[in-house]
C-alpha cells in the first residue's frame, strides 16, 4: 500500500462508473520537501523573527532553509551563532577575514571568529502566510 | 569482507546533539537525562569534570556544589534519531559502506583509493562537523575489533586531530602492550575477571595466549577476537538489521499511580505503541507479556505482576490493547502504587504470513486497511495524532519530560529561530 492521503478517498483514477483516461498518469501533489532538498543531511529549517532583514525581502515567521554545506558567499545571507544566540544577518569579506555585516541600525559588524561562527548559509525561503 | 575498516563515533552524542542548535551550550557542562528524567546518560567533558557520572540520579547530583551551572536537559529521542540520520547520510555519501552500529556509532567500508587515509578520515570528520553538526571520534584498523579499539584511542588522547589508525602491526604492538584487556570491544568485567585468573591483564597478553587456552576462557568469542585483534577479519559489515525476535514497550510512569483506570490507560497506550513498531517492521505478534510493578527503592512494599500468553498473530492496535487488558486484568490489586509497567511481544513473524492462518477470527485485509490509514494520519500529523481512546485523553501518568529541547528539525512548530540582525 502507498500510503499517504490517497489511501482513504479519491485519487483521480479509483472512479466507480466510468474509467479514469487519467489513470496512468497520476502523480500525486507537488513535495516542498523534495524542492527544498529538505530531505539532505546539510539542509535545516530555520524560523525567523524579528524584521531587521525586511528590505532584503526576509520577514517575521519566514522559514528559511540553511545549507550548511554550502560555502560562505560575500553578500550572501547566513545564520550565525553568535555569543549564545542564533542569528539571521549578511555577511562581508573585509580585510582577509569574513564579518557579519548588521542590518539593523546602530549595529557594529562583528568579525568571524572565536565564539562568533557561520552555521549554514541561506539558500531558500518559505513564506506560509503572504 | 573490506580490507580495511574504521569506527567513527560521536563525543557525546546526545549532548552535542542539543550543543548543535543551542549556542549558549557550547563550552558549558551538559547532562542528558535518560527517560522520565531519571538519571545521566550524556555527558559533555565538562560536566565528567564536575565530577558527573553516567548513570546518576538527576536528584542527587542537582544540588550537588560545584553543578549550579550544569544544564541538565530531558532526553530528546525525535531529536537525535534525526542527527544519527544525517551523520549516517553524511558518510554514506563519501564511503563505499556504512553499517549504523548504534544511534552513535557507525562502522565504515574504508577501502578507498586515497594516497593518505588520515587526510580522508580527517575530512569526513570536518564533513559531519559541517554538515551533521557533530564532533566525531575516527579509529582505523584492519578488522572491526581493531577499529574500535583505535577510536577509543583517538577519543582519549584529543591532541591527535581526532584520528587513529592502528593498521600497522607495529603501532598495535606499543598499545597492546599498555592497554588492559578491558578496553577491547567485547570483553566485559565477566570475561576480564576470568582471564586476570590466567594472568592476563594487558591485551598483549590476550594475544599472546595460547588459541585453546582463549577459547576454553571465553567460548568461540574469546577465540574470534583473538583473531581479530590480531588483524584477522572474522566480523563483516552487517548492512541491514537483523529480524527483531520480540519487542518491547515499558516506561516508568511520570508520578506512582495507584487506580486501575490509570494502570489501564498506561498498558493501552504502551500496547498501542508495540503495534505501531510492529506495523512499522511488517510482523504480527504471536504471544505477549504484561507486567508491572511498584517502586524498587523507594520504601513501598515490593509487589510485581505479570502475565505471559499466546495470542492470535496480529499487529492490530485494536487486538493488542484488547489482549493486554484482558491478561492484565486478573492480576489487578488495590492497595499498591504502580511505579512501571510494560508490554513485551514475542513470537514475531512476517505480516504475509497471516493469509495461511486457519480459523482467523478478523478480516486481516480490512484490520490492514483500518490500521494503515491510523498509521497515515499520524504520519502525517504527528505521533497519537489519531489514537484510541483506551489510551486516555489527559495521560497525566504519563513520562516526564521537563526539561525537554524543541524538536528542532522534524517538527514544524519547533523550529530553530533565528533572530533577524
Known amino acids: ?130 | 569482507m573490506p580490507a580495511t575498516f574504521g569506527l567513527i563515533d560521536a563525543n557525546s552524542f546526545y549532548c552535542s546533539c542539543e550543543r548543535a542548535f543551542d549556542p549558549r551550550l557550547r563550552g558549558a557542562p551538559v547532562v542528558v537525562l535518560s527517560n522520565n528524567d531519571g538519571c545521566a546518560v550524556a555527558r559533555t567533558p565538562e560536566a565528567k569534570a564536575r565530577g558527573i557520572g553516567m548513570g546518576e540520579p538527576w536528584h542527587l547530583v542537582r544540588f550537588r556544589a560545584g553543578c549550579a551551572d550544569v544544564e541538565f536537559l530531558s532526553s530528546n529521542y525525535a531529536l537525535y534519531g534525526d542527527m544519527s540520520r544525517r551523520m549516517y547520510e553524511v558518510l554514506a555519501a563519501r564511503v563505499p559502506a556504512v553499517e549504523p552500529y548504534s544511534i552513535d556509532e557507525m562502522f565504515l567500508d574504508l577501502d578507498i583509493p586515497v594516497p593518505d587515509l588520515m587526510a580522508f578520515c580527517r575530512r569526513l570528520r570536518d564533513a559531519v562537523r559541517r554538515e551533521a553538526k557533530l564532533p566525531t571520534c575516527i579509529g582505523i584498523g584492519p578488522t572491526k575489533t581493531i577499529a574500535k579499539l583505535a577510536n577509543a584511542v583517538a577519543k582519549a588522547s584529543p591532541d591527535m586531530d581526532g584520528v587513529r589508525d592502528l593498521r600497522s602491526p607495529e603501532a598495535r604492538a606499543a598499545l597492546y602492550r599498555e592497554l588492559p584487556v578491558s578496553e577491547v570491544w567485547g570483553i566485559g568485567a565477566r570475561h576480564a575477571a576470568r582471564l586476570a585468573r590466567l594472568g592476563v591483564a594487558t591485551i598483549a597478553e590476550f594475544v599472546a595466549l595460547d588459541p585453546r587456552l582463549a577459547r576454553d576462557a571465553l567460548t568461540a568469542t574469546g577465540a574470534r577476537l583473538r583473531a581479530e585483534l590480531l588483524g584477522v577479519s572474522c566480523l563483516p559489515l552487517a548492512l541491514a538489521a537483523p529480524t527483531r525476535r520480540g519487542l518491547a514497550v515499558t516506561r516508568c510512569f511520570g508520578r506512582l499511580v495507584t487506580s486501575w483506570a490509570e494502570l489501564r490507560e498506561a498498558m493501552a497506550a504502551h500496547a498501542a505503541r508495540a503495534g505501531e513498531k510492529l506495523r512499522a517492521h511488517g510482523l504480527l505478534a504471536g504471544a505477549m507479556t504484561v507486567f508491572a510493578h511498584t517502586h524498587p527503592h523507594n520504601g513501598d512494599p515490593w509487589h510485581g505482576l505479570q502475565h505471559t500468553g499466546r495470542i492470535e498473530p496480529t499487529s492490530d492496535t485494536r487486538a493488542l490493547i484488547a489482549e493486554a487488558i484482558r491478561m492484565l486484568r486478573p492480576l489487578w490489586r488495590p492497595g499498591f502504587r504502580w511505579f512501571k509497567c510494560g508490554v513485551m511481544l514475542a513470537d514475531l513473524v512476517p505480516a504475509s504470513l497471516q493469509s495461511r492462518m486457519l480459523f482467523a477470527t478478523r478480516d486481516p485485509a480490512r484490520s490492514a486497511r483500518v490500521m494503515a490509514a491510523l498509521d497515515a494520519v499520524n504520519a502525517r500529523h504527528g505521533r497519537d495524532t489519531l489514537r484510541l481512546a483506551a489510551t486516555g485523553i489527559e495521560r497525566s501518568w504519563r513520562t516526564r519530560h521537563h526539561r525537554l529541547s524543541p524538536r528542532y528539525t522534524t517538527h514544524a512548530g519547533e523550529m530553530l529561530v533565528a533572530r533577524a540582525w
Open chain 1, 1 to 130: 500500500m502507498a500510503g499517504g492521503d490517497g489511501e482513504a478517498g479519491y485519487d483521480g483514477t479509483n472512479t466507480t462508473g466510468f474509467v479514469s483516461p487519467a489513470g496512468d498518469a497520476i502523480e500525486g501533489p507537488i513535495d516542498l520537501a523534495a524542492i527544498l532538498d529538505l530531505r539532505r543531511p546539510h539542509r535545516y529549517p530555520v524560523r525567523v523573527s524579528g524584521d531587521a532583514l525586511r528590505e532584503r525581502g526576509i520577514h517575521p515567521g519566514d522559514i528559511l532553509i540553511a545549507d550548511a554545506a554550502a560555502a560562505p558567499v560575500a553578500g550572501r545571507v547566513v545564520i550565525a551563532m553568535v555569543f549564545g544566540e542564533v542569528l539571521v544577518c549578511q555577511i562581508a569579506f573585509r580585510r582577509g577575514q569574513w564579518w557579519l555585516r548588521p542590518a539593523g541600525v546602530g549595529r557594529q559588524p562583528v568579525p568571524v571568529e572565536g565564539e562568533a561562527e557561520i552555521w549554514a548559509v541561506v539558500a531558500g525561503l518559505v513564506r506560509t502566510d503572504v
